[in-house]
């Protein structure tokens, strides 16, 4: 029990900073009045009149009439989408408001397992960044058509959820409930005592399908895709996340429905799910998000909650953060404004921390000493050749029948396109001149050496190759070119720097962006990482590539569970029947 | 996992039930609709449209258009105050829709400590009452003022945790949060992890003081004593508990005053504390509260949340009930109407079980074989005679200066009144003309033998003795008579009956109801037990007594914490000072 704290709340100590003259926005009553915030340690003592924990000692600050909001959460999120290692994300979204992440870091669990993330998890503590553990519900995410570095089992998540911070575990997959896998109810099992929650990922599911995940046990949700999913979700006291992430920009929408629809909003929360390093650096976090929910006409109280209690109450945190009250974490933000043009964080406290005033951070971490788990994780079992990514025609065939997977330009979601490739030499050829290219990945655990291969049409890279250790939900090396040589070269730079991402030309490697933790994450500054990137994007446009966050896409188009069509390291997977297929359907001359 | 669950859930098989034909109160949206809901085994599989649940098995409810509630939850409530077993409790609160309670079972722990508690939840198991246990936070409640049976400390509080069904810790007190008590603030740390919490008892507490409380990490407060106290604590983040008990009638006030201000209501919910058994026969549990706080203005939806999510989220349990929704607990009522004249509790289902309908309990458990631990709770140290509660005067006189307490008449909260008495044989008598009784408390617990002797107005009683085995917060025997013989007899009887309460007059007793359980306790129905109060009532009331719950007001005048004196074992208590005064003031003559 902190004594002083006590103390001070009751009136018999000055408190150590007080905060006056704002407008209290109260997430508890939906009230908005006049009012100051008192902070002892990490904690708040007072709320509304703390003119009488002012003493000597306590440093004021006048809020100059602004909002008071409680820090916001971010209830699902996946840093490593970022690309940034965990203490510059810390860095870049406590600028944006934001206090406290749940987080499964799903991406370190594939690559190093518990241990991976454990390690990260060490390397937040001395961040400002209030991070909570959902434990990841299965690793690999399709066991039969991938091959991953971690493995996730129902003994190791009993082992994860005995940690302190472990609230509970995340991204339970409907179809998986619907299939009854026997080691996924179990762990639903293993959460549903008090305090613990089951997060889900109930993309497409609707009426009894999604009953029967809620019957399961499954607790939130933010897989909705439109604004009636939403409303049937809340109506299956379901906590119902609205999601604007990188790849998937549906939160307006969402908003717009719930508000006509009228419904009570207290189990809604808004969250980021996936979160491009060039949208953080550009247009920020939950920041950026409460503008777009207010710009789609959600009251601004109602916003408010959504990235505060109610996240918290998602997750059954309410008692430590998510509202501005006394014995609350002292998470909180000076706003500017309560519309979306006047909307923005001015000044943050996180724990009582200041740390960032006028879009300025006032902390930088230091660059983590990175354990070993999470280092040097690529390895090749056999030697990568441009003979590895070649795929042999059927014998005398001149010209073969193939199917092409095509992205859509918007949504990394796949089509089959059927065209007629060239045969040299017995291996089918790809085709420019017709937006075919090579893709592959590459197993880079050194348990295997599996190459899946298959054609990828939708980007229109016209030369070179580019390759990344980033592919949902193995990151395996994803590599797709217009040869085999330069596709070799990239996909060998990327194990010479132990991962990352890179564009090669002519043999010679044009971009590289090294990821040295896990293949996944950068150690550069939030800005430093958007300039890299935009710098290989720009090289790649440069080439005709028309999908702006290139390697973004490429990692989607290794998700098996995204339809309709995949590659991993097992090879070209159709999504709707879960099956490996040839890509060559047959001799077409 | 519940396999059959997940299976109708999912549409592919039949429902054990499916109510249809209803409007569906969603307490998560705020939507009333037209719909049902579909059961499997206790838990709810699907709500809504429910039409595909149903197959050749599947038993049909028309509920007949009428309203469908989620069962209803009181989050604060002691059982024990009703003086039926818990079985008799569970019957008779499940016939008025209330499903699940929240309680710390606080005056089996006063006489027989945790053993007592656990003997009685295990009795309440073939009930169908769905029961949380909130752990003591102290026993006895005024340690150096009063002995108890059984005994809470930190470390039987942190070995109560462990169980499966304990919630958090119950009553913490404001003012020993305040004063430090460090046994205290330890069992508050014991419940900061999530899936426990505090619960308070935070009665006066404002601005500085409520602050203290909640940043030492209370979570909710049953003890606002008015509206603005509600408000209060809602913007402090505190689960507000609206209260209608027997001793105290707080709702409909505190309710008009919540609708004027407008804020929102979710962290406020409506409990009844202490009920008693004529209360409960005659006017119901929380049905009779629904309708109290309808007719004080609170929107029908406002108040079915305040009896289920919201009651439930104060405990953290809305994962399980609290709400219709698929994998929830099957808890449900048909209601008749949504305003105070139609409201009405039509049927019942506890976990899929129907227990009442149109009124009428479709249950009916067995009387439990009492663990030996809750039976034969009244030891005496040594014989009562007359002469134990004869008090001496100061020699020679013959007249003296009394301080006797009177208690309201509405509420029995006490206050001093300096009478003149007589002297006989050297002992002060009492004087029936002036409403001055004899009061005693006898030690039963065979520890020290103590007598608490004073002097008691407010009753009005002419003739006899009234004694009981229940006295909050220690239950020794509490004695009221004009008369020494008829105390001793009383008492005695007491002690051969092992617990009750009975009325003696000359020597006869004229009435008595026998609680074998712990002294508290009887195996009577509701409507019996009632039926027995009001004989025993009667019987007072002819003898001049104008208080009509007589024994639920002597139980209080032993409460050591309710101003402003009392009377304990260990003597006549003035609350305000914590201190043992004497009665006699002086010699007047």
Same mark, same amino acid.
């Given at each position: 029990m902190n004594m002083k704290l006590l103390a001070v709340a009751g009136g018999k100590g000055p408190a150590d900073v007080v905060i006056e003259n704002g407008k209290i926005v109260n997430v508890y009553t939906g009230e908005i009045y006049d009012g100051g915030v008192a902070i002892v340690d990490d904690r708040i003592a007072a709320v509304g009149d703390v003119e009488y924990c002012k003493g000597a000692s306590t440093q004021v600050v006048d809020a100059g009439g602004m909002f008071i909001t409680p820090g916001f959460i971010d209830a699902h999120v996946h840093p490593e989408s970022s690309d940034l290692s965990i203490r510059s994300f810390a860095e870049a979204v406590l600028k944006h408001g934001t206090t406290t992440i749940m987080t499964d870091l799903h991406e370190i669990g594939v690559v190093s397992g518990l241990e991976g993330i454990e390690a990260i998890i060490e390397e937040n503590e001395i961040t400002d960044l209030n991070m909570f553990f959902v434990v990841p =519900?299965? /690793? &690999?995410? =399709?066991p039969l058509l991938e091959t991953s570095g971690g493995v996730f089992n129902a003994e190791i998540i009993k082992k994860a959820l005995e940690r302190e911070d472990a609230v509970g575990i995340s991204e339970v997959v409907g179809h998986y409930i619907l299939a009854g896998f026997p080691d996924l109810l179990d762990s639903i099992d293993a959460v549903k005592k008090p305090g613990l929650v089951a997060a889900g990922h109930l &993309? !497409?599911?609707?009426g009894p399908a999604l009953n029967a995940c809620l019957a399961a046990g499954v607790n939130n949700d933010h897989e909705a895709l439109d604004g009636p999913e939403i409303v049937e979700r809340l109506r299956g006291g379901c906590y119902a996340m609205l999601r604007e992430s990188s790849a998937a920009r549906t939160l307006a929408d969402q908003v717009k429905y719930v508000v006509e629809s009228g419904v009570d909003t207290t189990f809604a929360s808004i969250v980021s799910d996936d979160l491009h390093c060039i949208d953080l650096a550009h247009t920020g976090h939950m920041d950026h998000h409460i503008k777009v929910a207010l710009e789609a006409g959600l009251p601004f109280i109602k916003a408010i909650q959504m990235v505060t209690v109610n996240a918290a109450r998602s997750f059954h945190m309410g008692r430590t953060i998510g509202g501005l009250a006394p014995g609350k974490r002292a998470d909180i933000n000076l706003v500017a404004g309560d519309t979306a043009e006047t909307f923005e964080v001015k000044a943050t406290w996180s724990a009582g921390k200041k740390v960032a005033e006028n879009g300025e951070s006032l902390v930088h971490y230091p660059v983590a000493e990175h354990? &070993?788990? /999470?280092?040097?994780?690529c390895t090749l079992l056999n030697p990568i050749t441009p003979d590895s990514f070649k795929m042999a025609a059927p014998e005398g065939a001149k010209k073969v029948k193939v199917k092409c997977m095509d992205t859509l330009p918007w949504i990394p979601i796949t089509q089959p396109r059927e065209v007629e490739l060239d045969v040299v030499d017995g291996y089918v050829q790809c085709d420019v001149s017709q937006d075919v290219l090579y893709i592959a990945q590459v197993e880079r655990y050194g348990k295997n050496g599996n190459i899946g291969k298959a054609f990828m049409g939708g980007f229109h890279l016209q030369s070179g190759a580019i390759a990344s250790t /980033?592919?949902? !939900?193995?990151?395996?090396i994803i590599v797709m070119g217009t040869n085999f040589e330069d596709m070799a070269v990239a996909v060998n730079h990327l194990v010479d720097i132990q991962g990352g991402q890179c564009f090669v030309e002519n043999g010679e490697v044009v971009k590289d962006i090294p990821y040295p933790v896990c293949g996944l994450l950068s150690d550069l500054s939030c800005e430093e990482l958007a300039a890299e990137k935009e710098e290989l994007n720009a090289a790649l446009a440069e080439r005709g590539? $028309? $999908? &702006? $966050?290139t390697c973004m896409f490429l990692s989607f188009i290794c998700l098996a569970a995204l339809p309709t069509l995949a590659i991993t390291d097992h090879g070209f997977i159709n999504v709707l029947t879960m099956q490996i297929e040839d890509p060559i359907l047959g001799v077409a001359e």
């Amino acid at each position: 029990m902190n004594m002083k704290l006590l103390a001070v709340a009751g009136g018999k100590g000055p408190a150590d900073v007080v905060i006056e003259n704002g407008k209290i926005v109260n997430v508890y009553t939906g009230e908005i009045y006049d009012g100051g915030v008192a902070i002892v340690d990490d904690r708040i003592a007072a709320v509304g009149d703390v003119e009488y924990c002012k003493g000597a000692s306590t440093q004021v600050v006048d809020a100059g009439g602004m909002f008071i909001t409680p820090g916001f959460i971010d209830a699902h999120v996946h840093p490593e989408s970022s690309d940034l290692s965990i203490r510059s994300f810390a860095e870049a979204v406590l600028k944006h408001g934001t206090t406290t992440i749940m987080t499964d870091l799903h991406e370190i669990g594939v690559v190093s397992g518990l241990e991976g993330i454990e390690a990260i998890i060490e390397e937040n503590e001395i961040t400002d960044l209030n991070m909570f553990f959902v434990v990841p =519900s299965h /690793v &690999p995410f =399709s066991p039969l058509l991938e091959t991953s570095g971690g493995v996730f089992n129902a003994e190791i998540i009993k082992k994860a959820l005995e940690r302190e911070d472990a609230v509970g575990i995340s991204e339970v997959v409907g179809h998986y409930i619907l299939a009854g896998f026997p080691d996924l109810l179990d762990s639903i099992d293993a959460v549903k005592k008090p305090g613990l929650v089951a997060a889900g990922h109930l &993309p !497409d599911m609707k009426g009894p399908a999604l009953n029967a995940c809620l019957a399961a046990g499954v607790n939130n949700d933010h897989e909705a895709l439109d604004g009636p999913e939403i409303v049937e979700r809340l109506r299956g006291g379901c906590y119902a996340m609205l999601r604007e992430s990188s790849a998937a920009r549906t939160l307006a929408d969402q908003v717009k429905y719930v508000v006509e629809s009228g419904v009570d909003t207290t189990f809604a929360s808004i969250v980021s799910d996936d979160l491009h390093c060039i949208d953080l650096a550009h247009t920020g976090h939950m920041d950026h998000h409460i503008k777009v929910a207010l710009e789609a006409g959600l009251p601004f109280i109602k916003a408010i909650q959504m990235v505060t209690v109610n996240a918290a109450r998602s997750f059954h945190m309410g008692r430590t953060i998510g509202g501005l009250a006394p014995g609350k974490r002292a998470d909180i933000n000076l706003v500017a404004g309560d519309t979306a043009e006047t909307f923005e964080v001015k000044a943050t406290w996180s724990a009582g921390k200041k740390v960032a005033e006028n879009g300025e951070s006032l902390v930088h971490y230091p660059v983590a000493e990175h354990k &070993p788990c /999470v280092l040097n994780t690529c390895t090749l079992l056999n030697p990568i050749t441009p003979d590895s990514f070649k795929m042999a025609a059927p014998e005398g065939a001149k010209k073969v029948k193939v199917k092409c997977m095509d992205t859509l330009p918007w949504i990394p979601i796949t089509q089959p396109r059927e065209v007629e490739l060239d045969v040299v030499d017995g291996y089918v050829q790809c085709d420019v001149s017709q937006d075919v290219l090579y893709i592959a990945q590459v197993e880079r655990y050194g348990k295997n050496g599996n190459i899946g291969k298959a054609f990828m049409g939708g980007f229109h890279l016209q030369s070179g190759a580019i390759a990344s250790t /980033v592919g949902h !939900d193995n990151h395996n090396i994803i590599v797709m070119g217009t040869n085999f040589e330069d596709m070799a070269v990239a996909v060998n730079h990327l194990v010479d720097i132990q991962g990352g991402q890179c564009f090669v030309e002519n043999g010679e490697v044009v971009k590289d962006i090294p990821y040295p933790v896990c293949g996944l994450l950068s150690d550069l500054s939030c800005e430093e990482l958007a300039a890299e990137k935009e710098e290989l994007n720009a090289a790649l446009a440069e080439r005709g590539c $028309i $999908i &702006p $966050i290139t390697c973004m896409f490429l990692s989607f188009i290794c998700l098996a569970a995204l339809p309709t069509l995949a590659i991993t390291d097992h090879g070209f997977i159709n999504v709707l029947t879960m099956q490996i297929e040839d890509p060559i359907l047959g001799v077409a001359e």
